[in-house]
T-cell receptor, first 111, second 114 residues
Framework: GQQLNQSPQSMFIQEGEDVSMNCTSS?????WLWYKQDPGEGPVLLIA?????ELTSNGRLTAQFGITRKDSFLNISASIPSDVGIYFC???????????FGQGTTLQVKP | ETGVTQTPRHLVMGMTNKKSLKCEQH?????MYWYKQSAKKPLELMFV???????ENNSVPSRFSPECPNSSHLFLHLHTLQPEDSALYLC?????????????FGPGTRLTVL
C-alpha cells in the first residue's frame, strides 16, 4: 500500500544552522502536507502543497512538492530552539479523506 | 474557543472502566477524525465522519465506539480497554472529506490504561 518514508529519522543541530528533511513514496501524491508536533500536543499544519514543482514558504520554513509527485522536501533556515519537535509529512490517499503520515523526523536544536 | 479542542487532556483508567473522550471543532468543518498515536509509530487513523455519518472504520476493536451527534462534536467511548491501548488520541477536522483535505488537529488526550 501507500507509505511515506521520512529521512532523517532524527537530527541534532546547533542553533542558527539550516535544516533539510525529506519525504518519499513509491506512489504518486497530489497533495503534500507538512506538520510539526510539539511534545504533548497535536500536530500543527505548517505548509500545504498542491502542485508538482510548487515551492511554498512560511516564515523560515520552505517546502517543495517534487516534480515526480513522489517526494517533498522541508527546509528550515536559521534554526532556533523553538523549532524542536517532530516534523511529519502527510498525503491523502485518493479521495477517501484518509491521510497517510510518515514516521516523522525528530529535530533537536542546541542553543 | 478556537480550532479543535479535546477533553480531557489526560486520562488514566482501569481495564474495567468506561470513559469517553470528547472533541469539539470551532472551524465550521464537515469532516472529523479520530487518530491513535503510539510511541515510535506513525499516526493511525481510526474513524472518519463526514456530515455526521461514519464513512470509515479502520478495523478498530469494538471496545472503541465513536459517536458524532453533530458536525461540531465527536466522541470516543472506551470500555474494557487493554494496556496496549495506552496512547495519545488525536481528533482532527477538515472542511470536507476529500482530496486536498487539510486536517487540523486538537491537542490530544493522553490515555493510560492500567
Amino acid at each position: 500500500g501507500q507509505q511515506l518514508n521520512q529521512s532523517p529519522q532524527s537530527m541534532f543541530i546547533q542553533e542558527g544552522e539550516d535544516v533539510s528533511m525529506n519525504c518519499t513514496s513509491s506512489s504518486i501524491f497530489n497533495t503534500w502536507l507538512w506538520y510539526k508536533q510539539d511534545p504533548g500536543e497535536g500536530p500543527v499544519l505548517l505548509i500545504a502543497l498542491y502542485k508538482a514543482g510548487e515551492l511554498t514558504s512560511n516564515g523560515r520554513l520552505t517546502a517543495q512538492f517534487g516534480i515526480t509527485r513522489k517526494d517533498s522536501f522541508l527546509n528550515i533556515s536559521a534554526s532556533i530552539p523553538s523549532d524542536v519537535g517532530i516534523y511529519f509529512c502527510a498525503g491523502p490517499k485518493s479521495n477517501t479523506g484518509k491521510l497517510i503520515f510518515g514516521q516523522g523526523t525528530t529535530l533537536q536544536v542546541k542553543p | 474557543e478556537t480550532g479543535v479542542t479535546q477533553t480531557p487532556r489526560h486520562l488514566v483508567m482501569g481495564m474495567t472502566n468506561k470513559k469517553s473522550l470528547k472533541c469539539e471543532q470551532h472551524l465550521g468543518h464537515n469532516a472529523m477524525y479520530w487518530y491513535k498515536q503510539s510511541a515510535k509509530k506513525p499516526l493511525e487513523l481510526m474513524f472518519v465522519y463526514s456530515l455526521e455519518e461514519r464513512v470509515e472504520n479502520n478495523s478498530v476493536p469494538s471496545r472503541f465506539s465513536p459517536e458524532c451527534p453533530n458536525s461540531s462534536h465527536l466522541f470516543l467511548h472506551l470500555h474494557t480497554l487493554q494496556p496496549e491501548d495506552s496512547a495519545l488520541y488525536l481528533c482532527a477536522s477538515s472542511q470536507e472529506r476529500g482530496y486536498a483535505n487539510e486536517q487540523f488537529f486538537g491537542p490530544g488526550t493522553r490515555l493510560t490504561v492500567l
